[in-house]
T-cell receptor, first 111, second 115 residues
Framework: AQSVTQPDIHITVSEGASLELRCNYSYGATPYLFWYVQSPGQGLQLLLKYFSGDTLVQGIKGFEAEFKRSQSSFNLRKPSVHWSDAAEYFCAVGNTDKLIFGTGTRLQVFP | GAGVSQSPRYKVAKRGQDVALRCDPISGHVSLFWYQQALGQGPEFLTYFQNEAQLDKSGLPSDRFFAERPEGSVSTLKIQRTQQEDSAVYLC?????????????FGPGTRLTVL
């Protein structure tokens, strides 16, 4: 069955530090992969997506993610975190007509 | 409109009451999705429409849940005889065409609390 695992429930970083959020997926074919961000009271906003081609994808707000087929991973990275990046981050895999989400990683940023 | 809108933003219901949640998708978007997000969890798929046709309702948890999109635009998710376990945020999303690669645009959600 298709699934997404985000092993880190909560991550705390200092402003300006680098960030990596982990995502592992289980999917039978070449996956469509997404990262969404959810701020309190806001809807989910797409950060980036991977369909095919270059395995390093660039997104909005300075985020990037790397698809590694051998590790079934799609980790999200940012070289320097800003206080406004504090939010909940969800990895998702596209499965025909729906998205399958992970349980999310809550990012806290300290000044 | 500029984005997906949902109403009401907050709904409190007594157990056993019926509720109706509304979603206005982005104009021109063919596909519409409903997800349920329990506290501390990721969104879980409920149902999917392409225009007015409900193509997938495999995620609806029980026959108390019903969704419709009669004119292929606005959609309503109805929950009959609400139970405490129905308490969650209900998210609506729309996409231009649908399909596993198409970006889904999400609304702010309706937070349902069943007392």
């Amino acid at each position: 069955a298709q699934s997404v695992t985000q092993p880190d429930i909560h991550i705390t970083v200092s402003e300006g530090a680098s960030l990596e959020l982990r995502c592992n997926y289980s999917y039978g074919a070449t996956p469509y992969l997404f990262w969404y961000v959810q701020s309190p009271g806001q809807g989910l906003q797409l950060l980036l997506k991977y369909f095919s081609g270059d395995t390093l994808v660039q997104g909005i707000k300075g985020f990037e993610a790397e698809f590694k087929r051998s590790q079934s991973s799609f980790n999200l990275r940012k070289p320097s975190v800003h206080w406004s990046d504090a939010a909940e981050y969800f990895c998702a895999v596209g499965n025909t007509d729906k998205l399958i989400f992970g349980t999310g990683t809550r990012l806290q940023v300290f000044p | 409109g500029a984005g997906v809108s949902q109403s009401p933003r907050y709904k409190v219901a007594k157990r056993g009451q019926d509720v109706a949640l509304r979603c206005d998708p982005i104009s021109g978007h063919v596909s519409l999705f409903w997800y349920q997000q329990a506290l501390g969890q990721g969104p879980e798929f409920l149902t999917y429409f392409q225009n007015e046709a409900q193509l997938d309702k495999s995620g609806l948890p029980s026959d108390r849940f019903f969704a419709e999109r009669p004119e292929g635009s606005v959609s309503t998710l109805k929950i009959q005889r609400t139970q405490q376990e129905d308490s969650a945020v209900y998210l609506c999303a729309s996409s231009l065409l649908g399909g596993e690669g198409d970006e889904q645009f999400f609304g702010p959600g309706t937070r349902l609390t069943v007392l």
